[in-house]
């Protein structure tokens, strides 16, 4: 298969935004090849706005999740505290809490923060799936000095109330990101085990084929390499049903896994080429490119932003670091496609007071499916451009 490397207008990638991707394909035609150049650009907006600034218990804001309700608006979960880990003391008395606010405007502005579940303890990490059947399940762990294990909450009216929570999988599995409900209409909810004193930690999931009502036991991710994987697990569905799963390791390479029988069993681990934290999975609303969000971090430095990369072939490759923005370490992002084809980004500033902030990215040039079969009716092969 013959390789080729492009850049828009034959410029240089440094790993900024705006920059693309193009991929060429070569096509048999009664003996001869015939190059069809199908471009890929990737821009983040040059200005964010704020989702939330003060949630109004403590003004630390963090660890957002977007979704899409079928009502069209769009529901952003988030962590309200003082600190990024709130136990309770003295004029905080449950800690940190869950709350929530909602768009009618695709994100130019937000609803007053309210509170989506608090319990006597450290609630965290939350995350918002809404089901094909119009439920909204939302996810979070609770935290004190071992953790409590991970929850389910379930809301019939889109958010109005919820029921009292259920165990999704105990200590030390915990949850950073949404349930997925993939084609088979099985519902995969991604964790991680950590035990920081046994020094293992690895992605996991668990599954219900019941609509949410009862959950398998956690079923582990292998890590043959033994790389201590603080995963904050996300995956996605691909095109063939195959699932592929991403893990954090704090200090080193991310790490990825792909399932074949919906979650059920999981390829060991393996290593990508960068680092990256609590990732976010989003397939376009055209289904051609997955963006991946997520903190950026060098270590041994300790510094990083919030970053993006984007694959054109299903997570095989990835592109080169877009910045998000480069004042932003807390990431935990979260992602949402709008109704012009552009994707919100939210991601959550870390720090004393921080807010959670949000910025537009458009994809512009995917190719359609099927474009290449009209040139020609052989389709003999393709070359992936790569960035340079």
Partial sequence: MMEMLYCKDNK??????GTCITTVFYI???????????EV?????????????????????????????????????????????????????????????????????????????DTPE??????????????????????????????????NDAGLSWSTPRSLAPAPYFISSPIVEVSTGRLIAPLYYEDDVAGIAHGAVTLSDDG??????????????????????????????SLWAIQRASHSLAQYSVSTDQGETWSDSESLDFIAH?????????????LMAYRSYEWPAG???????????????????????????????????????????TYYEEGGGSDIRARIITISGAPEPGTFILFCAGLIGLTRGKRI
């Fill in 41 to 117: 650009s990737v821009e983040v907006s040059s200005s964010f706005s704020y989702v939330v600034t003060n949630g109004g218990y403590g003004g630390y804001e963090a660890f957002p999740d977007l979704a899409r309700l079928q009502d069209c608006r769009l529901m952003c979960a988030f962590y309200e505290g003082y600190s990024h880990i709130s136990p309770p003391k003295a004029g905080y008395p449950t800690g940190g809490r869950i709350m929530y606010v909602t768009s009618s405007d695709e994100g130019v502005s937000w609803s007053t923060p309210t509170v989506l579940y």
């Fill in 278 to 290: 609590s990732s976010y999975l989003l397939r376009s609303a055209d289904s051609h490119v997955i």
């Fill in 212 to 241: 949410g009502a009862n959950w398998s036991s956690p079923i582990d991710i292998p890590n043959p390499s033994g790389v201590f994987l603080d995963a904050e697990t996300n995956l996605i569905e691909r095109k063939d049903g």
């Fill in 303 to 345: 510094t990083g932003y919030t970053a993006l990369r984007y694959s054109l072939d299903e997570c095989e490759t990835w592109s080169d670091p877009i910045t998000i923005d480069a004042d932003c370490i807390g990431a935990y992002p979260s992602m949402v496609n709008l109704n012009d084809g552009s994707v919100l980004v």
């Fill in 28 to 38: 048999l035609c009664f003996g001869g090849i015939v190059p069809v150049r199908a």
């Fill in 122 to 155: 450290d609630d965290r990490d939350p995350s918002i799936t809404q089901l094909s059947d119009g439920r909204l399940l939302a996810t979070y762990f609770t935290y004190n000095d071992g953790g409590l294990g991970s929850y389910l909450i379930q809301s």
């Fill in 12 to 17: 240089p990638y440094f790993g900024i935004p």
